[in-house]
C-alpha cells in the first residue's frame, strides 16, 4: 500500500484589499469669534460702594507709598502725630469750654511737655515727639532709661517748670490786656502744674522726689487716698491713677537694688529745694489767680444786681 502524499493547505485568493472611496473631507465654514463674556457687576447700592471703596484704597495706597520715603527722611511722621493729637484734643475740649480756652489750654500743655523734651535733650535721653490724650494731658516716651534718679528727677520737673512759666505768660498778658480769658487760662495753668507735682508715681513729682527718697512714694498714695475718701478730690481720674500708681510703687521697691544710680547727698538736698520751691510757687500763683477770679465773679454779681 503505498503512501498518500499530505495535500497542500488551501490558498484562499481574495485579491487586492477593496478601497472605500469617500471623496474630499468637508470643508467647514470658520466660526465667527464670540465676543468676551462681560465681567459681573456688583449690582445694588452695595456693590456701587464696594467698587468706589476699592478705587479708593488703590488710590490711599499709591500715594502712602510716595509718601513714606519722604516722611521717614523728614520724620514728620511725629510732627503729624503731634498735631493731630492736638487738634483732637483742642476739638473735644472746646466743646466744653469753647474754642479759644481750648487753644490756649492745649498750648500750655504743649509748653509743659516741651520741658520735658528740653531737659531729656539736655542729658542726651531720645524721646518721642509728644502724644496727646484727651482729658489727661499729654505725654512723652524715653527710648532710654534715665542713668541716674538725678537724671529721671531733672528731666520730671522740666515738665511743671516750663507749665509754671506758661502760666506766668497768661497771667502777664491778663495784665495788660485785662482779658479774663487769660486769666482764667492762668489758673488752670498753676492748677495742673500744681497737680503734677503730687509725690505719686507716674506723676512729675513721683519722678522728682525718686530722687530724694523712695519713701515719700507711700506718703504721696496714702494723701491721694485720703483725699479721695473723704470727697475733697473726687474725680474718678484719680481712681485711675491710683489703680496705674500702685503697680508701679510695688514694683520698684521690689527692684529697689536695679533701679538707676542714686542721687548723691548733695543732688538730694539740690532737688528737694527745687521740690518745695516750685510747688511752693504754684500754690501761690494759682491762690492768687483764683482771688482774681473770685472778684471778677463777685463785680459781675453785684453789676447785675444794680441793674435789676
Same mark, same amino acid.
Given at each position: 500500500m503505498s503512501a498518500e502524499t499530505p495535500e497542500p493547505p488551501p490558498?484562499?485568493?481574495?485579491?487586492?484589499?477593496?478601497?472605500?472611496?469617500?471623496?474630499?473631507?468637508?470643508?467647514?465654514?470658520?466660526?465667527e469669534p464670540s465676543a468676551p463674556r462681560p465681567k459681573k457687576q456688583a449690582k445694588g447700592v452695595w456693590?456701587?460702594?464696594?467698587?468706589?471703596?476699592?478705587?479708593?484704597?488703590?488710590?490711599?495706597?499709591v500715594i502712602w507709598k510716595f509718601l513714606l520715603p519722604i516722611l521717614k527722611f523728614a520724620k514728620i511722621g511725629k510732627i503729624l502725630l503731634t498735631s493731630g493729637s492736638m487738634l483732637l484734643s483742642i476739638w473735644l475740649y472746646s466743646t466744653f469750654f469753647g474754642w479759644k480756652?481750648?487753644?490756649?489750654?492745649?498750648?500750655?500743655?504743649?509748653?509743659?511737655?516741651?520741658g520735658h523734651v528740653f531737659m531729656a535733650w539736655r542729658n542726651g535721653l531720645p524721646v518721642s515727639a509728644p502724644i496727646f490724650i484727651? @482729658?489727661?494731658?499729654?505725654?512723652?516716651?524715653?527710648?532710654?532709661?534715665?542713668? %541716674?534718679?538725678? *537724671?529721671?528727677?531733672?528731666?520730671?520737673?522740666g515738665g511743671p517748670l516750663f507749665g509754671a512759666l506758661a502760666g506766668l505768660a497768661c497771667w502777664w498778658i491778663y495784665s495788660l490786656t485785662g482779658n479774663y480769658l487769660y486769666l482764667g487760662l492762668a489758673f488752670t495753668a498753676f492748677l495742673i502744674n500744681l497737680f503734677n507735682m503730687t509725690p505719686l508715681?507716674?506723676?512729675?513729682?513721683?519722678?522728682?522726689?525718686?530722687?530724694i527718697s523712695h519713701w515719700i512714694w507711700i506718703a504721696g498714695l496714702v494723701v491721694m487716698i485720703g483725699?479721695?475718701?473723704?470727697?475733697?478730690?473726687?474725680?474718678?481720674?484719680?481712681?485711675?491713677?491710683?489703680?496705674?500708681s500702685v503697680p508701679?510703687?510695688?514694683?520698684? @521697691?521690689?527692684?529697689?537694688?536695679?533701679?538707676?544710680?542714686?542721687?548723691?547727698? %548733695?543732688?538730694? *538736698?539740690v532737688m528737694g529745694a527745687a521740690y518745695i520751691g516750685l510747688a511752693s510757687f504754684l500754690f501761690w500763683a494759682m491762690?492768687?489767680?483764683?482771688?482774681?477770679?473770685?472778684?471778677?465773679?463777685?463785680?459781675?454779681?453785684?453789676?447785675?444786681?444794680?441793674l435789676r
Open positions: 490558498i484562499y485568493e481574495s485579491g487586492p484589499p477593496p478601497v472605500y472611496e469617500s471623496g474630499p473631507p468637508p470643508v467647514f465654514a470658520p466660526s456693590g456701587a460702594i464696594l467698587t468706589a471703596l476699592a478705587a479708593i484704597g488703590k488710590y490711599l495706597a480756652f481750648a487753644v490756649g489750654f492745649v498750648i500750655c500743655i504743649f509748653v509743659h511737655e516741651m484727651p @482729658f489727661f494731658g499729654a505725654l512723652i516716651l524715653l527710648k532710654q532709661s534715665p542713668r %541716674s534718679t538725678w *537724671v529721671d528727677a531733672v528731666v520730671g520737673i508715681y507716674p506723676l512729675d513729682g513721683g519722678r522728682i522726689v525718686g530722687a483725699m479721695f475718701v473723704s470727697g475733697w478730690a473726687n474725680n474718678p481720674l484719680l481712681i485711675i491713677l491710683l489703680i496705674i508701679q510703687i510695688w514694683a520698684r @521697691f521690689k527692684r529697689k537694688g536695679q533701679m538707676p544710680t542714686p542721687a548723691t547727698a %548733695s543732688q538730694r *538736698v491762690s492768687a489767680t483764683n482771688v482774681d477770679i473770685k472778684q471778677r465773679i463777685g463785680s459781675q454779681h453785684s453789676t447785675a444786681v444794680a
